[in-house]
Each structure stands twice: as structure tokens, then as C-alpha cells.
């Protein structure tokens, strides 16, 4: 009777969650699943999808100006784009997370920049490509996959282009931000996030 009752429990639980993942995964909004207005706005900002126009770029924002010591969280403004040259030192899948409506299928890929490329992690700085983007590319011909990135990017100087976003729940994990206690294992919670443009400029 209980092995029954699992079979029918498990035959209505997995269609329904086969279902769920499937429509987060195509219409996942651009304010993901927040809990608070804050988050709200905190996940528009990460899922944004328009290009920064011309005007939008602050030349002041480079690689070397992201690295720059001491508490940066007013520094720059996230209204703001910016374009940054640097190494790439490794390329990898985030997280599931609520921003991307906790879905498997929708994960941000992190690709981290340096000034060389044996930089250790407190000198490195994040800049994300969105699964939008990552859709986007692929919809225009190009592979923006993590896979192919990590292949084509690491150990190479390269050229990112986007949104500038402050990533406040890292800020203690970051040495411009850092607090006693926590993993440093980044520069700056600045980051470029979302990417919308990559070149490779030493091939």
C-alpha cells in the first residue's frame, strides 16, 4: 500500500514539477521571484536587457579604477555603463538563484577580469553574463555559452561591455568592502552585470 501511494504521489509531483521548471525557465520575469520591493528592484537591475547607449558609458570606469582601494560603494552609479579591458582569469555557472526565478535552466555565467593573469582572487573583479544575453547571443549566431567562454576567454586580454551593478551581498566578501570574518574573494562588489558585449583583443 505505501509503495503504492509513492508511486501516485510521485507520478503527480514530477509532471508538475517538470511543468514549473519549464515555464520559469521561459517566462521568468525581469524582477525574478523577489520577496521584498527592494529585491524587486535589486533583480531589474541584474535582468536588464537593453544596450547602454553611447551616453550611458562612464569613460572614468576602467579595470584598474575598479581595483582601486578603499570603500567603493558610492563610487560609481549604477544608472551608469562601463567598458573594461583586462585577463581573464576564469569563466564558470553561478548559482540557482531567485533572480533568475530559482530556475536550473536560467544561471548566470561569472567570468572573472584582472590586470594579469596570475592575479589571485582579491584582485580580481566579476562582470555576468544573464541567461537573456546568453539567448540573446545565441539568437544572433554566437556561442555565449559558459563552456565556449571558458574556452575562448581564460588567459586571454579581453573587452566587456554593460550595466554597472553593485552586487551588495557580496560587499563583505570583497576587499574594498571587506568584513572581519567573511571570505574575500574578490576585489570590489562592482561588477558588470549584465554584459552585453565581449571582444577578444589579443588573438
Keep these: 500500500m505505501k509503495r503504492r501511494r509513492f508511486l501516485i504521489a510521485t507520478a503527480v ?11 520559469l525557465d521561459r517566462y521568468c520575469p525581469a524582477s525574478g521571484l523577489p520577496l521584498t520591493s527592494a529585491r524587486s528592484v ?8 537593453p544596450f ?15 581595483l582601486e582601494p578603499g570603500d567603493d560603494e558610492n ?4 544608472a551608469r555603463a562601463a567598458r573594461v579591458e583586462g585577463y581573464v582569469v576564469s569563466v564558470g555557472r553561478a548559482g540557482i538563484e531567485m533572480a533568475n526565478c530559482w530556475s536550473p ?3 548566470d555565467i561569472h567570468i572573472n577580469l584582472a590586470l594579469r593573469s596570475d592575479a589571485p582572487r582579491t584582485e580580481h573583479v566579476v562582470v555576468e553574463v544573464t541567461p ?10 554566437r556561442d555565449w555559452s559558459a563552456e565556449t567562454l571558458e574556452r575562448t576567454l581564460v588567459g586571454h586580454w579581453c573587452r566587456f561591455e554593460g550595466w554597472l551593478f553593485y552586487d551588495r551581498h557580496h560587499a563583505k566578501e570583497a576587499t574594498n568592502t571587506y568584513k572581519e570574518g567573511a571570505d574575500v574573494w574578490r576585489a570590489t562588489a562592482w561588477e558588470i552585470h549584465p554584459v552585453t558585449k565581449i571582444e577578444v583583443l589579443d588573438n
Design 75 to 78: 563610487r560609481w552609479s549604477e
Design 105 to 107: 535552466c536560467r544561471r
Design 52 to 66: 547602454p547607449s553611447s551616453e550611458n558609458f562612464d569613460a572614468r570606469v576602467t579595470l584598474p579604477a575598479l
Design 13 to 23: 509531483i514530477v509532471p508538475i514539477l517538470t511543468v514549473t521548471v519549464i515555464l
Design 132 to 141: 537573456y544575453f546568453e539567448r540573446s547571443a545565441k539568437s544572433q549566431g
Design 42 to 49: 535589486e533583480y531589474r537591475l541584474k535582468n536588464r536587457s
